[in-house]
T-cell receptor, first 116, second 115 residues
Framework: GAVVSQHPSRVICKSGTSVKIECRSL??????MFWYRQFPKQSLMLMAT?????????EQGVEKDKFLINHASLTLSTLTVTSAHPEDSSFYIC????????????FGQGTRLTVV | DQQVKQNSPSLSVQEGRISILNCDYT??????FLWYKKYPAEGPTFLIS?????DKNEDGRFTVFLNKSAKHLSLHIVPSQPGDSAVYFC??????????????FGQGTILTVHP
């Protein structure tokens, strides 16, 4: 099946710093990617839809200035958590496929962010 | 507003028996449903899906049943194996159009299959 690669898998950063997470579609082109967040023992919540060549669409309650999304190419979307705080510590997961491939969405491996 | 609900946080089953995981949804716009399996600190892995034009889809040991009138779906795993132990997420989306690929997830059910 299609492969979506996410990097890094784990990151620890200090409060106030910014962290960039990359999501790549390895064997297909994705005009749309999705970013989710999962808190411990909770569901995956959609944060935003990343659109290649245009602005991301954010879900209600998600701060677009805090979670910057860049989808500059058909195979790469990045999520930057700016001025990170401990409450931003979470598991972030991207997905691609679906719309483009008319199949189910494929997920990256996820990134565990810990802000200390 | 939880549009997709998995009311059982956990399920414990003996190896070889059937596992039945349930999921309910409230948004009648959803017409495509998926089940994902997830291990801690990993992304979800697709298992099986079903379109709203069907009421059953089978793939090996996995069968998904959809009851549109009740807005309910279930995943059956037969026979269950210890390797099936994981968190199972039900997800829903609107097929096609600009929303396709955008998933709404349930809370997940932890399945434990005992040898």
């Amino acid at each position: 099946g299609a492969v979506v690669s996410q990097h890094p898998s784990r990151v620890i950063c200090k409060s106030g710093t910014s962290v960039k997470i990359e999501c790549r579609s390895l064997d297909f082109q994705a005009t749309t990617m999705f970013w989710y967040r999962q808190f411990p023992k909770q569901s995956l919540m959609l944060m935003a839809t990343s659109n290649e060549g245009s602005k991301a669409t954010y879900e209600q309650g998600v701060e677009k200035d805090k979670f910057l999304i860049n989808h500059a190419s058909l195979t790469l979307s990045t999520l930057t958590v700016t001025s990170a705080h401990p409450e931003d510590s979470s598991f972030y997961i991207c997905s691609a496929g679906g719309q483009v491939m008319n199949t189910e969405a494929f997920f990256g491996q996820g990134t565990r962010l810990t802000v200390v | 507003d939880q549009q997709v609900k998995q009311n059982s946080p956990s399920l414990s089953v003996q190896e070889g028996r059937i596992s039945i995981l349930n999921c309910d949804y409230t948004n009648s716009m959803f017409d495509y449903f998926l089940w994902y399996k997830k291990y801690p600190a990993e992304g979800p892995t697709f298992l099986i899906s079903i379109s709203s034009i069907k009421d059953k889809n089978e793939d090996g040991r996995f069968t998904v049943f959809l009851n549109k009138s009740a807005k309910h779906l279930s995943l059956h795993i037969v026979p269950s194996q210890p390797g099936d132990s994981a968190v199972y997420f039900c997800a829903a989306s609107v097929y096609g159009g600009t929303s396709y690929g955008k998933l709404t997830f349930g809370q997940g059910t932890i399945l434990t299959v005992h040898p």
